[in-house]
C-alpha cells in the first residue's frame, strides 16, 4: 500500500489591512461587542485626521504651485529691470 501525501498551497492574495478590516466589519455588527462605541469614536477620529491631512495636502500643494508662480516672476521683473536699465545707459550715452 502507498500513502500519499496530498500538500495543497494556498495562496492568500489578501494584504493584512484587508483582513483587518472584515474583522472590524464583523465587531461593527456585533451587537455583543463590549468595545463598539470606544470603535466608532477611533473611526471618527481617523475620518477628521485624515480630513485634516487631505486639507494640510492642497494647502501644501497649493502652496507650491504660489512658490512657483512667485519665482517666476520674480526672474521676469529681473530680466525687465536688466533690459530697462540698459536702455536707460544707452540711451544716457553710456556703452556696454
Known sequence: MKIELLQKKFKFRESLPEIMNRIFAVC????????????NQVETNITS??????????LLEQSSKLTQDVGRRIALIK??????????????????
Open 28 to 39: 461593527k455588527t456585533d451587537p455583543h461587542f463590549k468595545l463598539k462605541t470606544e470603535m
Open 49 to 58: 485626521i485624515k480630513r485634516k491631512t487631505g486639507k494640510q495636502s492642497q
Open 79 to 96: 530680466d525687465e529691470n536688466e533690459s530697462r536699465q540698459t536702455e536707460l545707459l544707452e540711451s544716457l550715452g553710456s556703452e556696454l
